[in-house]
């Protein structure tokens, strides 16, 4: 008997995964404004729009429901300084041409929550899961002992967005509302920098009318409709099937950086991102056993 597959999850899982894997060309053509500033100005108008869109839909109540629980309302809030992180993190490296690091974070990050599973939520692990681990353990120890440094950028991508997703879902609120407040949680530092740099004559938010604050404007957007996106998605899809859309973003990005950025590629670093597929290799294997993909 043949499985119906479900081909509008698996639209909505690449709409989200693609538009997250060029993130980089997109915010290459704003290399010319300092990463603080762009995520203060994608926070802000991911949170306009992100506002119109629960406006629309009339899903406030979501909204509403959160503010009511102080115990979520602070786990996300916790979330949303994560996110803005890791947001901050990934700028600073398409800034400072380390897109492949960036990306060699990403895949490290299905890994990372492999590790938070053990030590936070103190889930027991199966073979495969250690051996993941220690490959990935492996790979960080190939940079520090061949290149001669931690991948810090990518430890601290990783780092952030596992932490994150861990706290994320202990909120059960929808992908567009929970965006909503943890917009809303970060804004406030946004404004405060926004306000220090205009004490130098620096305007942070502006309305130009000009390329640049179209894409300015834009990042909001783009941050919104992969999330929606990814949403719709999850409601189709096994998280199998999620496991194996999930390499899309980080694949682009390293091969954005190689072929389109020329960012160099050394050997000991190939040998890190082999370690890395080949613990994500047993990863995704390991899911479509527990949880039965067909």
Same mark, same amino acid.
């Given at each position: 008997?043949?499985?119906?597959?479900?081909?509008?999850?698996?639209?909505?899982?690449?709409?989200?995964?693609?538009?997250?894997?060029?993130?980089?060309?997109?915010?290459?053509?704003?290399?010319?404004?300092?990463?603080?500033?762009?995520?203060?100005?994608?926070?802000?108008?991911?949170?306009?729009?992100?506002?119109?869109?629960?406006?629309?839909?009339?899903?406030?109540?979501?909204?509403?429901?959160?503010? !009511?629980?102080?115990?979520?309302?602070?786990? $996300? %809030?916790? +979330? =949303?300084?994560?996110?803005?992180?890791?947001? /901050? @993190?990934? &700028?600073?490296?398409?800034?400072?041409?380390?897109?492949?690091?960036?990306?060699?974070?990403?895949?490290?990050?299905?890994?990372?929550?492999?590790?938070?599973?053990?030590?936070?939520?103190?889930?027991?692990?199966? !073979?495969?899961?250690?051996?993941?681990?220690? $490959? %990935?353990? +492996? =790979?960080?120890?190939?940079?520090?002992?061949? /290149? @001669?440094? &931690?991948?810090?950028?990518?430890?601290?991508?990783?780092?952030?967005?596992?932490?994150?997703?861990?706290?994320?879902?202990?909120?059960?609120?929808?992908?567009?509302?929970?965006?909503?407040?943890?917009?809303?949680?970060?804004?406030?530092?946004?404004?405060?920098?926004?306000?220090?740099? =205009?004490?130098?004559?620096?305007?942070?938010?502006?309305?130009?009318?000009?390329?640049?604050?179209?894409?300015?404007?834009?990042?909001?957007?783009?941050?919104?409709?992969?999330?929606?996106?990814?949403?719709?998605?999850?409601?189709?899809?096994?998280?199998?099937?999620?496991?194996?859309?999930?390499?899309?973003?980080?694949?682009?990005?390293?091969?954005? =950086?190689?072929?389109?950025?020329?960012?160099?590629?050394?050997?000991?670093?190939?040998?890190?991102?082999?370690?890395?597929?080949?613990?994500?290799?047993?990863?995704?294997?390991?899911?479509?056993?527990?949880?039965?993909?067909?």
């Amino acid at each position: 008997m043949s499985t119906k597959i479900p081909l509008a999850g698996i639209g909505y899982g690449l709409i989200a995964y693609l538009i997250w894997g060029f993130f980089p060309l997109y915010f290459r053509q704003l290399g010319h404004i300092t990463p603080m500033d762009i995520l203060s100005n994608r926070t802000l108008w991911a949170f306009v729009f992100v506002a119109l869109l629960l406006t629309l839909r009339q899903r406030w109540a979501n909204v509403l429901v959160v503010f !009511r629980n102080p115990g979520h309302l602070a786990r $996300l %809030a916790a +979330a =949303a300084l994560l996110l803005g992180g890791n947001w /901050l @993190g990934f &700028l600073w490296a398409v800034d400072h041409q380390q897109v492949v690091a960036a990306s060699l974070g990403y895949f490290l990050t299905p890994l990372v929550n492999v590790l938070l599973g053990l030590l936070v939520l103190k889930e027991r692990l199966n !073979r495969k899961e250690w051996l993941a681990i220690a $490959l %990935a353990v +492996a =790979a960080v120890g190939n940079e520090l002992f061949t /290149l @001669g440094t &931690l991948p810090w950028i990518s430890l601290f991508l990783a780092a952030t967005f596992g932490t994150y997703g861990l706290l994320r879902k202990q909120v059960p609120v929808d992908a567009l509302s929970g965006l909503w407040l943890e917009t809303l949680a970060m804004l406030p530092i946004c404004l405060i920098y926004a306000l220090w740099q =205009a004490q130098d004559g620096h305007a942070v938010f502006t309305l130009a009318g000009n390329t640049t604050t179209a894409l300015l404007i834009g990042a909001g957007i783009i941050t919104a409709l992969p999330l929606m996106a990814f949403a719709a998605a999850t409601q189709r899809l096994d998280l199998a099937m999620i496991g194996m859309l999930m390499y899309i973003n980080p694949t682009l990005q390293f091969l954005t =950086a190689v072929y389109l950025f020329d960012e160099p590629m050394q050997t000991a670093r190939l040998v890190s991102f082999g370690l890395i597929w080949l613990g994500l290799l047993l990863y995704t294997s390991n899911i479509r056993q527990k949880f039965g993909a067909r």
